[in-house]
T-cell receptor
Framework: GESVGLHLPTLSVQEGDNSIINCAYS??????FIWYKQESGKGPQFIIDIRSNMDKRQGQRVTVLLNKTVKHLSLQIAATQPGDSAVYFC??????????FGTGTSLTVIP | GAVVSQHPSRVICKSGTSVKIECRSLDFQATTMFWYRQFPKQSLMLMATSNEGSKATYEQGVEKDKFLINHASLTLSTLTVTSAHPEDSSFYIC????????????FGQGTRLTVV
């Protein structure tokens, strides 16, 4: 497989501030990436995706940045809200249909 | 978006018994589905790729005789945890992609398995 699961790093931000969540992916052949949000006891939910021919993509309140040189992704959440508290994973798609998940970051928004 | 449904959402079983988890794509057909395992405060680990009409492809280190996968139709894949042990207790999640290239994967709501 790809990245090995480790205990989640954590990030705490004040409500209204911007959040930046980082992810290192492992396979230089990966050409498609997704950020997922996972709430406790639930399956992951799609946030935003990016293809390897792009280095930035914006959605509603979220922006994903891709740096293929160092195999790094970041997710920026603007004006973070309490409902954004969750675990965030990046997932890479190297070959075929499989997605491999990064370590994840637990985001806590402080009201 | 597309819907993937898992059943059951929670199951408790005794050591030595087998448990079957179902994964259904409700509004699309999926020739491949994926099974993940997630321990508390850890990431999702891909266990296997379920292929409709053929054998599943297992990731390195995953015992195929322990985790039996059947993908009998384009909308249903099942994962059977055989001879379950307490260390098999985990959160199992399935996913499927409506398309192939550069399309998102949709996830089921997960199954919390507890082996006592």
């Amino acid at each position: 497989g790809e990245s090995v699961g480790l205990h989640l790093p954590t990030l705490s931000v004040q409500e209204g501030d911007n959040s930046i969540i980082n992810c290192a992916y492992s396979n230089s052949a990966s050409d498609y990436f997704i950020w997922y949000k996972q709430e406790s006891g639930k399956g992951p939910q799609f946030i935003i995706d990016i293809r390897s021919n792009m280095d930035k993509r914006q959605g509603q309140r979220v922006t994903v940045l891709l740096n293929k040189t160092v195999k790094h992704l970041s997710l920026q959440i603007a004006a973070t809200q309490p409902g954004d508290s969750a675990v965030y994973f990046c997932a890479e798609n190297p070959t075929g249909n499989q997605f491999y998940f990064g370590t994840g970051t637990s985001l806590t928004v402080i009201p | 978006g597309a819907v993937v449904s898992q059943h059951p959402s929670r199951v408790i079983c005794k050591s030595g018994t087998s448990v079957k988890i179902e994964c259904r794509s409700l509004d699309f057909q999926a020739t491949t589905m994926f099974w993940y395992r997630q321990f508390p405060k850890q990431s999702l680990m891909l266990m296997a790729t379920s292929n409709e009409g053929s054998k599943a492809t297992y990731e390195q280190g995953v015992e195929k005789d322990k985790f039996l996968i059947n993908h009998a139709s384009l909308t249903l894949s099942t994962l059977t945890v055989t001879s379950a042990h307490p260390e098999d207790s985990s959160f199992y999640i399935c996913s499927a992609r409506p398309g192939t290239v550069n399309t998102e994967a949709f996830f089921g709501q997960g199954t919390r398995l507890t082996v006592v």
